[in-house]
């Protein structure tokens, strides 16, 4: 077999590679191809990175120039790794070459050419706080529907949906915001003033510098032309979690000289609610129909028998470029299936051969706990905590540490000790158009009573009239909660809370309401545990705020004194692409949990068995997927995920527990 070797040495380039032993068959395929449209599909763990890299090394050496090059990338650390790569291979620092993140390079375009748009030179970037704020500005100006309106963040989302998809805000809300149908105007009316006050101001959002961008490109072909005609070969990774204008943006780029490369692998296509399009990778060939298609089978990452659940899990899809992935490593265990009474006893399994394999001398970092939503991991945090192992929480904050799990603690609290200040002022500030100093008046007026909790009822003369209607409801769910035995009942509490007021404020303040709705269904039912008990001398509210009070003390102890070790990672399926683990469990594996409710009724399976995939995919050397038959022991029957009784049988093994 010829051996392809370029040595090629000048002022400007001196590369020295042994591409049959740099790179595998399907690699030196992609690097060596002369040009032209070009899909590269790269399975998980195949060595994207490295053929990417390898390209960029191999169009310089063959006499391209570096500015001639766009290197397009979903985070600025991909970029940079990217370009380091190359400089190594090439030997020598390659300036001129165009990479970064596709909001990178708009913003360098616009900055060039943004006065063609009606900008003035200097214009600013709205970071996501700033966007906040003036779409806030922008509602106050409906004053007649302003507190029918959510805040910013939540019309932050709405607008970058829209821009990102280009579906019209009337559809958007329908499907993602119901609560607001019959408002649509008004969000609109918001979206114009506010796109008014920022051309006006000089300033764009983030999502501006793709749209202005393409804009640009329309409204001034010579613009297009002249980028179209700079960039002789193009590179874009992770295509297929580019939304519909990046697509759009790159096909312009594209359209002289058509040496386009886009790699990606529509199995891992998993950001949908952020604007990602699934069409764009798999309509690649059919918008360019002489597309030569590659494919990066060879796994590096996983044992086989990993691969092969990974492999007939995906089978399953239908739309869908077929790969089958093959591994480079030795055989190693079967995944195993564990079946759990519930979710108790799910995190103590956990929890427990995870001590065990770090017994063993695996380094907790090594090792990592994925699941669907993050609500998921509330009782394996509490678990952990217990046993002091340490632990990162990369899908956000630690469960009770987030503001809506706060929010509704604060309530309690207050039902608990009604001389609870910090609790009052929490729960006062949630209502519209209270702010610190009406909330500290009202302390201060119910706190020098004998009974704040029955006092609260005569504090209405001490808001402002914007405030009247929403805090005479405040009122009202204060009142239903002194009615009612809920110190005894403290999850009827948390769901009394939930339905009187507190999940239409989800959904006016934040983007992703339904996942924390999500986080409070899962306290309700941690929280049915406590009932009344004649044993005890405390009521079950008392009883749960002291534990919950303690976790959150021991978390911060931890915290304090570090762990030199590292700690377990535990994540969202999302969160965790990309990355990679020697040990890894995937919990809460049942219909109507993963996959979602949502995505079995809005048919969005396949999506979610893309997701299934990337988590079985992060793992090395063992996989464990687990489920429950119930929540707690008492509640009905789950069922075990459809992509679990989907699977052959023999590609994994069953285990069960001894329990004493």
Not at 265 to 278: E, K, L, V
Not at 386 to 411: M, N, T
Not at 486 to 493: C, G, I, K, T
Not at 561 to 583: F, P, T
């Amino acid at each position: 077999m010829k051996k392809l070797r370029i040595e090629i040495s000048s002022e400007e380039t001196h590369l020295n590679v042994d591409f049959e032993n740099d790179l595998n068959p399907e690699q030196q395929a992609v690097v060596m191809h002369p040009g032209g449209p070009m899909l590269v599909l790269a399975g998980a763990g195949s060595g994207k990175t490295r053929t990417v890299t390898y390209r960029v090394g191999r169009l310089i050496s063959t006499g391209v120039e570096p500015s001639a090059i766009l290197l397009l990338t979903f985070t600025n650390k991909a970029s940079r790794e990217m370009m380091q790569r190359a400089e190594q291979l090439v030997g020598q620092r390659i300036r001129g070459l165009w990479g970064g993140t596709f909001h990178h390079i708009g913003n360098i375009i616009l900055r060039r050419h943004g006065t063609l748009l009606g900008y003035r030179e200097g214009f600013s970037i709205l970071d996501r706080e700033d966007q906040k704020e003036l779409l806030e500005t922008s509602k106050a100006e409906r004053k007649e529907t302003e507190g029918l309106l959510p805040r910013g963040a939540v019309l932050a989302d709405i607008l970058s949906y829209h821009k990102n998809t280009q579906r019209p805000v009337e559809e958007i809300i329908a499907i993602r915001y119901p609560f607001l149908i019959g408002l649509e105007d008004e969000v609109t009316r918001v979206f114009i003033s506010y796109e008014s006050r920022k051309l006006r101001l000089n300033m764009m959002d983030f999502d501006d510098l793709l749209i202005n961008t393409l804009r640009l490109f329309e409204e001034h072909q010579e613009i297009l032309q002249y980028y179209a005609s700079r960039f002789q070969h193009i590179l874009v990774d992770e295509y297929q979690d580019t939304n519909l204008i990046q697509a759009m943006l790159i096909d312009r780029l594209a359209s002289i000289h058509r040496n386009i490369m886009v790699v990606g692998d529509d199995a891992q296509s998993i950001y949908s609610f952020r604007g990602a399009r699934t069409e764009n990778i798999l309509g690649f060939p059919d918008r360019y129909p002489d597309t030569a298609i590659f494919r990066l089978t060879t796994n590096y990452r996983s044992r086989p028998e990993i691969l092969e659940l990974t492999n007939a899990s995906i089978l399953h899809n239908t739309a869908q470029f077929r790969k089958e992935l093959h591994a480079v490593r030795p055989s190693g265990t079967k995944p195993m299936l564990v079946c759990l009474e519930d979710l108790f006893e799910q995190a103590a399994f956990v929890a427990t051969r995870i001590t065990e394999l770090h017994d063993e001398g695996i380094p907790l970092e090594e090792m990592a706990v994925l699941y669907r939503s993050h609500y998921q991991s509330m009782e394996l945090q509490i678990e952990l905590q217990r046993r002091g192992i340490p632990f990162e929480v990369r899908s956000g904050l630690r469960f009770f540490e987030q503001a809506h799990i706060k929010d509704i603690i604060s309530y309690l609290r207050v039902l608990l000790n009604p001389y609870d200040e910090l609790g009052w002022k929490r729960i006062l500030r949630m209502v519209p158009h209270v702010g610190n100093v009406t909330a500290d008046r009202i302390w201060r007026a119910i706190s020098q009573t004998a009974d704040p909790l029955s006092s609260i009822s005569s504090t209405s003369s001490l808001v402002s009239r914007r405030a009247g209607r929403e805090y005479l409801s405040f009122v009202s769910v204060i009142e239903g909660l002194m009615a009612l035995s809920f110190r005894e009942h403290p999850a009827e509490a948390i769901s009394y809370i939930l339905r009187n007021g507190y999940e239409d404020y989800l959904q006016k303040t934040y983007p992703n309401a339904e996942s924390r709705r999500e986080d409070i269904l899962q306290l309700i039912r941690y929280a049915e545990r406590y009932t009344p008990s004649g044993t005890i001398p405390y009521t079950p509210l008392e009883l749960l705020l002291s534990d919950l009070t303690l976790e959150v003390m021991r978390v911060g102890e931890e915290e304090k004194e570090g762990d030199e070790h590292g700690g377990l990672i535990l994540s969202s399926v999302h969160q965790a692409k990309g990355l990679e683990w020697r040990h890894l469990f995937i919990v809460g594996m049942n219909d109507g949990r993963f996959p979602s409710k949502k995505a079995i009724r809005t048919e969005g399976l396949e999506e979610e068995r893309r997701l299934f995939y990337v988590a079985c995919t992060r793992a090395m050397d063992e996989l464990y997927i687990c489920y429950t038959l119930t929540d707690d022991g008492y509640s009905p029957y789950l069922k075990p995920s459809r992509f679990i009784t989907e699977l052959p049988r023999d590609l994994y093994e069953e285990i069960e527990l001894e329990r004493v």
